[in-house]
């Protein structure tokens, strides 16, 4: 019962004010009768205008209308009546509540009495009795039609060995986890680079998940480290990150239903089922060795199925970490940082500074790594642990390769041997304050898992390393070789190797680099110092003044040349070109400098310190955007400066035009025309990539390279090309303080503004091209020469790499003995 319900309607129809009576309304009458049997007497007749009816008429309505009124005024009074009676209802209603709530009748005549509510309990047990038959019998139905669908799905033909369930189930859940980390193609999404619409398997997604063809990802041109950039977002990813996509999104969230329906079907087990299954494994596994083919083939398949042992693996990962960041902090919270702060006063101290500074490293940066790893690894044992952090590779290449957290454990190797003798010093003082305290802090902990000495807790960060690689192996044995998280625990593990190897860092390295160069070559710039500048190679060469552009300089013996030699080595860094000058002698540049030995060095000890001059001297820096190299065969290379070096000698100075030949001292540049000219394209394949990459280190073009093509064939020699193009937005181009020379400007519309040509500087020409119907192209042509009308021209869109090509060299842009020409940059 509702009593409110009564109370609203009584609300709505009888809320009128007494003077509101319309006799002549047929609907106010209508709706009063049907409230009040009293009005039955009132018929539609007495509605009929006084006009028709005189005197008797109007007495009938006033009649009628003082019947309304009493009418009214006792449906008041009922209003009234049935509103004292909801408000007792209310009342005893609420009064039941408190009473059933309590277990207890607080008025006569409650019907909560224990039999009742036992029979209520009776009632609702045979509902939820028929209700769980009825839900068996869907169940059931749901099953028999699914059945069929699932067996194919798992195994069109199962194997005798796979027939159980569970098998399939975990098939199921290997199949439901690669679907779920697959890239997908969307509709009608189009390459960043060439806006042409994308294919299932001609497509591939980086890790930030913008997509490329296939076709247009042969082009990019990977940095020094064999990483390539994300046309869109510039963020470099090595080439096994770099995933085809072999499927749409509608048919993954198909293949998604089939095996969830397919799960469902399966899903039947109980868990004293799955426990005697496991345990019959265990037994498999762990047989006393007599074995047949047979059996050795279902064990593997098993090994390849069974997820209980990786699982066990991971859960120790965790559960180790979560040990060892216990004792990280004991290290640092209860010895390092009290120890340190004993140190800093001579009245309190219990080590000296130095000795308490040396004996805990570099704690400070270990403890936040491993608590940061300690939290990625407890997110992904969540239920949403995969969606949160991904894979337990994804956990470990984030800490390890991305964020390169445990390179921090290099430093902490490197001061263990002092710190081991410090230790040993220390504690085999007689009435050593050092001893009684570290024995005082080991015994007082109330955590009797990690009561261990500071001796064991200093080894800890040694052995971790190497115990992360144990992990990651024995991960690596239980998991399916189709696993994607297979490829990344194995980079993992190797970047772990490295680590437990205490091999040099790279900052250790160039600092090492900088300081043999500047301590052995006279007059070494200092404004090559530079954390963020990298060298990359070195060659020995002999710089030939007076020679002929086509003579051959390798072919003449040196000596017997009829131009004056200089021999000299160039350095080659990520932005700038070293010319030093060295003694004639036996040894080559690299030795000299001390570079040769450079790993042996920094092993030995850090940075090497007090070498001697070599007799090598700075011959001037060119910036490599202003270096221009081409090969026209054998041991020879061809060099233009366009800014030579200034304030130098005569011989050393000015000369744009530099012919040079290979050489390995101390044997002449003929003697070995292999090593030579294997040398030489080493050399230059690392100096035609760094000018590449040049103008992509802030991320503002991203570099594509083309393949060799043929340009010209004359005198007997083939002219090659190899075309690198810098891709740009327009703003991007104008910003650039190093233009190239020539731009290619990619006009969609054809209503672009041109790219303005430098005052005196690059870029000196402009390509434009409008791709217009019919698969053809619009190229125009011109110059910031005055006198250069320009050329415009219509070809075939797959002739516009080669034209522009030979555009150049029509231009005679670079020499025409140039055997490698280069195009610098593309704009987009």
Not at 446 to 470: A, C, H
Not at 664 to 678: S, Y
Not at 724 to 743: D, G, M, S
């Amino acid at each position: 019962m509702v009593f409110p319900t009564v109370h609203e309607l009584a609300l709505v129809k009888y809320t009128l004010p007494d003077t509101m009576v319309k006799p002549k309304s047929v609907r106010s009458r209508r709706a009063v009768k049907a409230e009040s049997p009293e009005l039955d007497s009132i018929s539609d007749s007495e509605s009929v205008s006084s006009g028709s009816q005189g005197h008797n008429g109007f007495k009938e309505i006033t009649e009628s209308m003082e019947r309304m009124q009493k009418a009214v005024s006792g449906l008041r009074t009922q209003l009234k009546s049935l509103r004292k009676r909801n408000k007792d209802l209310e009342e005893e209603l609420a009064e039941e509540k408190e009473a059933a709530a309590t277990g207890r009748r607080t008025r006569p005549g409650s019907t909560n009495t224990p039999a009742a509510i036992s029979k209520l309990k009776k009632t609702i047990k045979e509902l939820k009795a028929d209700n769980k038959k009825k839900g068996n019998i869907i169940a059931k139905m749901k099953k028999k039609e699914l059945k069929e669908e699932a067996k194919d799905l798992v195994d069109p033909e199962p194997d005798p060995m796979e027939v159980d369930s569970e098998i399939r189930m975990r098939k199921l859940l290997r199949r439901f986890s690669d679907l779920i980390s697959s890239n997908t193609l969307g509709e009608d999404e189009e390459c960043a680079i060439c806006l042409e619409k994308m294919e299932v398997k001609k497509c591939s997604t980086f890790p930030c998940e913008h997509l490329i063809c296939n076709e247009c990802l042969k082009g990019i041109l990977p940095d020094k480290d064999e990483k390539y950039p994300c046309p869109m977002c510039r963020e470099y990813t090595p080439r096994d990150e770099i995933e085809l996509i072999r499927m749409t999104e509608q048919e993954r969230w198909d293949e998604l239903l089939k095996v969830a329906q397919a799960w469902d079907a399966y899903d039947q087990r109980h868990e004293m089922d799955t426990s005697e299954e496991e345990g019959e494994e265990d037994f498999l596994t762990d047989g006393d060795g007599m074995d047949t083919s047979e059996d050795s083939a279902a064990q593997r398949q098993r090994a390849l199925t069974d997820t209980s042992a990786l699982t066990s693996v991971i859960t120790e990962l965790v559960t180790s970490e979560r040990s060892y960041v216990r004792r990280l902090q004991i290290l640092k919270n209860d010895y390092a940082d009290p120890l340190r702060n004993f140190a800093r006063s001579k009245e309190t101290a219990i080590l000296p500074a130095y000795e308490a500074k040396t004996l805990f490293g570099n704690i400070d940066n270990l403890l936040p790594v491993n608590e940061a790893f300690l939290t990625d690894l407890e997110k992904m044992m969540a239920p949403n642990g995969a969606a949160l952090v991904g894979g337990v590779g994804d956990v470990l290449l984030k800490h390890f390769k991305d964020q390169r957290g445990f390179e921090q454990y290099k430093q902490y190797y490197v001061k263990r041997e002092d710190a081991q003798q410090i230790f040993e010093r220390e504690v085999s003082k007689r009435s050593s304050r050092f001893g009684s305290y570290i024995d005082h802090i080991k015994y007082q902990s109330t955590d009797t898992k990690n009561r261990i000495g500071l001796r064991e807790l200093l080894m800890e960060p040694v052995q971790r390393i190497p115990r992360y690689t144990l992990l990651f192996r024995t991960m690596l044995k239980h998991m399916d070789p189709d696993d994607p998280q297979r490829t990344k625990i194995l980079e993992a593990d190797e970047i772990a190797s490295k680590i437990a190897q205490a091999e040099t860092d790279e900052q250790t390295k160039r600092a090492a680099i900088f300081y043999c160069l500047s301590a052995t070559i006279d007059g070494f710039p200092p404004d090559l110092f530079s954390n963020s500048r990298k060298f990359i190679d070195c060659i020995d060469v002999e710089d030939v003044i007076g020679m002929s552009d086509t003579a051959s300089v390798s072919t003449n013996p040196s000596g017997s040349s009829s131009g004056t030699i200089l021999h000299c080595t160039l350095f080659l860094f990520d932005d700038k070109l070293l010319v030093v000058k060295r003694p004639n002698g036996e040894k080559g540049g690299r030795a000299l400098s001390g570079l040769d030995g450079l790993e042996k060095l920094t092993k030995a000890g850090g940075i090497p310190t007090g070498r001697k001059k070599s007799g090598m001297s700075s011959k001037g820096v060119v910036d490599l955007a202003d270096v221009v190299v081409s090969d026209p065969g054998g041991a020879d290379i061809n060099m233009y400066l366009e800014n030579p070096p200034p304030d130098q000698t005569e011989r050393w100075s000015g000369r744009p035009y530099r012919s040079l030949v290979v050489v390995n001292p101390p044997t002449p540049a003929n003697l070995d025309p292999t090593a030579t000219e294997a040398d030489k394209r080493r050399f230059l394949e690392n100096l035609w990539q760094a000018q590449a990459t040049y103008r992509s280190r802030a991320g503002q073009s991203v570099v594509l390279c083309s393949e060799e093509q043929e340009v010209e064939n004359r005198a007997n020699r083939t002219i090659y090309a190899r075309t690198y193009y810098n891709v740009y937005t327009r703003t991007a181009f104008l910003q650039e303080p190093k233009k190239t020379k020539v731009v290619v400007h990619i006009d969609p519309m054809g209503s672009a503004d041109p790219i303005p040509f430098g005052i005196g500087a690059a870029p000196y020409a402009s390509i434009r091209l409008q791709i217009i119907s019919g698969g053809l192209c619009r190229f125009s042509v011109s110059s910031n020469d005055p006198e250069d009308d320009g050329e415009e021209d219509i070809v075939q869109i797959e002739r516009v790499p080669s034209r522009i090509v030979n555009t150049i060299q029509d231009w005679e842009e670079f020499d025409p003995w140039h055997t490698y020409s280069k195009v610098e940059g593309i704009h987009l």
